[in-house]
């Protein structure tokens, strides 16, 4: 197809001017592609790495897969809503085996042993685990989604590799969901091997000096990014004039641990660099994507609402108890809440948000009353295989229909 001449700007008004509801916001996004390079569905991770991976895919309200290569191994993430709920890899040193070798869980010969069993029988690592005394079955959730996790801190200390987004490719309804905010996972890879001389280059700002956005989905994000009480007085201290030196030396923490917390918080868009004249580095139309971002991941929360079951919905296996569906549902009750998603696309999104608040309570009620959850699961087609390991970084096609991120 021949390539436009108009202006992209002209070209990017002019085209989504008459469209309404989902249907501009998604024309909006991909017209965006014509005039931000930030956009691009490739890239290298040279110039875009994990931390700003993860905070985009969030921003965006991305469902999708995101695949890293380099000339070892490729690795994926896969989203929901702009959160990460899984990951895979194709280098044997991130089996889950391996990780609870590394953690000390399990020894060598235990090991050795689930191996022959598993290439014995066919079955999954984590009921032969479980069958044969090495892992607890209450343990098992937990070692696959901090299995995800490793999979996904790991890249944090690539300096070479590209990188690439498949929409709308997902996890699969079966597979057990990560619980961890983004925020907090890019909080935990800058300490794992994430190249020193990439902080100065991710904070740009002339004289060092940021100003904090206050907005509600701000103040989530900073809450995720923060490791303990004392880490709590930073975000204040970025006021537009101290620098990160500065509020190193006002909190009495490491200027590391200053940085770590202004470039999780910068990726975000929570902190955002002042110019040497004093302004903000946010532009004029930011304010219009945030609303855009929102009511696209408010579109794809509703998609699950209507189309998925309890668990998926939910974001947990078919195994969670009923204390971490309690969390889970909170935590996507806040997602929604009023003072999250603003006043304007309150009213603007109320019918869809309602839509997903009231099967969001439905789902907590079924899977933490046990007669109606044993009904609901005889119901639901089951055996989740959320404790394989991921063998194959075959795509698979979503099976619901989703707002594009």
């Not at 079924?366 to 087609?381: D, G, H, I, K």
């Amino acid at each position: 197809m021949k390539q436009s001449s108009e202006d992209p700007t002209r070209l990017l008004g002019r085209l989504a001017a008459g469209i309404d509801g989902v249907l501009d916001a998604e024309m909006s996004s991909a017209l965006q592609n014509l005039v931000d390079s930030s956009s691009a569905a490739t890239g290298d991770i040279a110039d875009r790495d994990m931390p700003l991976l993860l905070a985009r895919a969030f921003s965006d309200g991305m469902t999708g897969r995101l695949r890293v290569a380099n000339d070892v191994c490729e690795k994926a993430v896969y989203f929901e809503a702009g959160l990460p709920v899984m990951a895979v890899s194709s280098d044997a040193g991130d089996r889950m085996l391996a990780m609870l070798v590394r953690e000390g869980v399990i020894d060598a010969r235990q090991h050795e042993e689930t191996f022959r069993v598993v290439n014995a029988t066919g079955r999954k690592v984590g009921a032969v685990l479980v069958d044969l005394g090495f892992l607890r079955s209450d343990e098992l959730l937990p070692a696959v989604r901090r299995h995800y996790e490793s999979i996904i801190l790991s890249l944090f200390s690539w300096r070479l590799g590209r990188w690439r987004i498949d929409p709308d490719i997902t996890a699969g309804p079966d597979r057990t969901r990560l619980l961890r905010h983004p925020a907090a996972l890019v909080r935990e890879g800058l300490d794992r091997g994430y190249p020193a001389e990439r902080f100065a280059a991710r904070l740009p700002s002339d004289r060092g000096c940021f100003v904090l956005d206050s907005s509600p989905t701000s103040v989530d994000v900073t809450a995720q990014a923060l490791e303990d009480r004392f880490e709590a007085r930073v975000p204040m201290r970025f006021d537009g004039v101290r620098s990160i030196e500065a509020v190193a030396q006002a909190t009495g923490l490491p200027e590391m641990t200053v940085q770590k917390i202004a470039l999780t918080l910068t990726c975000f868009g929570v902190l955002r660099p002042v110019e040497a004249e004093g302004r903000s580095g946010r532009g004029s139309s930011s304010g219009l994507r945030d609303l855009g971002v929102i009511r696209e991941r408010v579109g794809a929360r509703h998609a699950l609402a209507l189309e998925s079951d309890y668990f998926r919905l939910l974001g947990v296996g078919r195994h969670a108890d009923a204390a971490e569906v309690r969390r889970a549902h909170a935590r996507l009750c806040k997602e929604v809440a009023p003072e999250t998603v603003g006043p304007e696309m309150w009213h603007e999104l109320k019918e869809q948000i309602e839509t997903i608040k009231g099967v969001l309570d439905e789902g907590l009620r079924v899977l933490t009353t046990q007669t109606l959850r044993s009904a609901y699961e005889f119901n639901v087609a089951h055996g989740p295989d959320a404790d394989r390991e991921p063998d194959s970084m075959q795509a698979t096609p979503s099976p619901t229909a989703v707002v594009r991120g």
